[in-house]
C-alpha cells in the first residue's frame, strides 16, 4: 500500500470516528430541545439547498449525513497534513486537539457558515448553545483527531510513510 493510500486509509477512518462522535453528541444535545436526528440531518443539508431542504424527506437527510462526515473527514486531513508538517503537533495531542477544536468551531460558525443557504434561526443562538458546541468539537472533533492521528503515526514502522509531499 503506497503512502498516499494509507494516508487516505488514516483520514476515513479518524475522520469517520470523529464524525460519529460529533453527530452523537449533536443528536444527544438536541434530544433535550425535542430536536429529532431527522431534523438535524435536514438542518445540516440546508447549508447546500435551503429550506426546501426540510421538504425533501429521506433525500435532504441523507446529504445532511454526507455532508456532516465530509466535513469531519476535511478536519482530519487538515490536522493529519499539518502534523506531518510540524512534527510538535503529535508530541502535545491534547493541547493541539483543544486547539484543533476552538479553530473548528470558529471557522465554521464565523466563516462557513454564513456562506451557506442555511434559513436564520428563529431565535438568537444562546450562551448554552455556544458552550455545548465548544466543548463538542473540542472533544468529539479536535482531541480525537489529534490522538488517533498521532496514534497512527507512531504506530507507522516507517517514519517515511507519512511526507507532507503526500499531500501537494
Not at 510540524?86 to 476552538?102: D, N
Not at 460558525?109 to 468539537?137: E, S, W
Request: hydrophobic share 55%.
Amino acid at each position: 500500500m503506497t503512502r498516499a493510500v494509507r494516508s487516505l486509509w488514516m483520514i476515513f477512518w479518524i475522520g469517520l470516528v470523529a464524525g460519529t462522535l460529533d453527530i452523537t453528541e449533536n443528536i444527544v444535545f438536541n434530544a433535550f430541545r425535542k430536536i429529532t436526528p431527522w431534523r438535524i440531518f435536514q438542518y445540516i443539508a440546508s447549508g447546500l439547498i435551503g429550506r426546501q431542504s426540510f421538504q425533501m424527506g429521506w433525500t435532504s437527510v441523507g446529504l445532511g449525513v454526507a455532508i456532516h462526515y465530509a466535513i469531519a473527514l476535511a478536519w482530519t486531513a487538515i490536522f493529519l497534513v499539518a502534523a506531518t508538517k510540524f512534527a510538535g503537533l503529535t508530541r502535545r495531542p491534547i493541547f493541539w486537539g483543544a486547539i484543533h477544536g476552538v479553530i473548528v468551531y470558529l471557522v465554521m460558525n464565523f466563516l462557513v457558515l454564513p456562506m451557506t443557504a442555511i434559513p436564520p434561526r428563529p431565535a438568537a443562538i444562546t450562551l448554552v448553545n455556544r458552550i455545548n458546541a465548544v466543548l463538542a468539537l473540542i472533544f468529539c472533533i479536535g482531541l480525537p483527531i489529534a490522538l488517533l492521528v498521532r496514534k497512527a503515526i507512531s504506530n507507522q514502522r516507517d517514519t517515511s510513510l507519512l511526507k507532507p509531499s503526500d499531500f501537494n
